[in-house]
C-alpha cells in the first residue's frame, strides 16, 4: 500500500505508517471496530476465502511466557470475503484522512481468486469505492496438504498473469485498487532477485508485505513431553521477536533487488515481523521499509502499540537529528572490512 507516513505527533518527525498484520485483531466487525478507532494508520482484514471457514482444530495459537515467539496453525479461519467487503462497505466512502483500508485475500486457487476479484469489482455493491489495497496472501504456512505458493515461482507467475490479465481485461483498472502480496521469509539471496524480475513484469502490483510467519516452528511442553499446538503434528508459523533478523534480511534484499533490477521500479516494501519497538522499526526503514506492520505484539498488547510504538520510533530520530523518513529509508551501511 502506499499508505502515508504520519506526522501528526509532538515532534514533527516523520512516522512510517504502522498498520496490523493480517490476522491479527481483524477477524470480527468488533475487532476491526477496535482497530478502526485506534492510531493505526490502515487496517487490514483476516486473510479471507470465498466460503467462510472454520481454520484448523484447536489448540492453534501459543505464545511464548517471556514473549519470546508465538506459534500459530490457524489454518485461515474467517468470515468469508463478504463480509469483510460489507464491513468497509459499513464504514462509509473513504475520505482522504480516513484510515488505509486493505483487503487480505487467500489464494487457494486461480479460480477462487477470479471468483473473489469479481466480487470485489462487482458493479452493484461497488465494494471497490470503499477499499483502497487487496494484500494477496501467498504465504500462508498453515493449509494441511498445501504448499505456499510463492515457494513456487512457476505457478506464482501463473497465477500472476490470471489474475492481472482479469483485473485489467476485465475491469480495466489497476489503478482504483492497489494489488500487492504477503509474502513469506526467503532464505537464500537469489530468491530476491528472481521475486524481483517476477514482478517486473506485474505492474499491477504495486506492493509487498515481507514477511510471513516463518515456517516452520514446533515447541514442546517438557511437562506433558507434547506438541503445543495440535494441527500438523505440532507445526506452525513463528512470528515475534526471534523473527526480526528474518524480516530486516528480507526487507533489505528486496529493497536491493528492486534497485539493482531497475532504478524506475518501484514496489512498496511493508516491513512485518519481529517489531516489539520503535528501534525494531527504525531498524526496518533502515533496511528500507516504506511502512511496517505488526502482528504478535499487537496480539500481546492491544491497539495501544500503535500510539507507544510511534512515539518510541519518533525518540529515536529526534535523538538522532532526523525529521524526514528519506534521511533513513534504505540507507542501512554494511560494516567495514577489517583484513586480518
Ligand atoms: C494464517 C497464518 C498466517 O501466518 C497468515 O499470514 C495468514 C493466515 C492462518 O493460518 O490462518
Redesign the pocket.
Known sequence: MSCKPSNNNNWMIECPAIVN???CMCDTKKSLTELNQSSADGICT??ATINPRM??PSP?YWEHPDELFTI???????LGVKYYLEYYKSLGLKQQLDQHRCL?L?VMSTEESVAMLELVYDSTAEYCKYIDAIEW?L?????VGKGILAYDFAAMSTWLDTITSTCIKKYNQTKQLEHGL?LPPYFEPYQFDVVASILAKYPAVTFINTI??VPNGLEIDIDTESTVIHPKNGM??L?GPIVLPVSLANVNGFYRAFRNHSPVMHVNIIGTGGIQTGEDIFKLVLAGADMVSVGSQLMIEGPIVFDRLRTEFCEIMHAKGYYSLSQVKGRLKVAAAVTL
Not at 500459530?72 to 474467517?78: A, I, K, R, Y
Not at 504465504?139 to 493449509?143: A, E, K, Q, T, V
Open positions: 498484520a493480517s490476522g483476516k486473510t481454520g484448523n492453534r500459530n496453525s490457524m489454518g485461515l479461519p474467517n487480505s487467500a496472501n504465504s500462508c504456512p498453515n493449509l504477503k510471513n510467519s506452525g508459523g512470528g
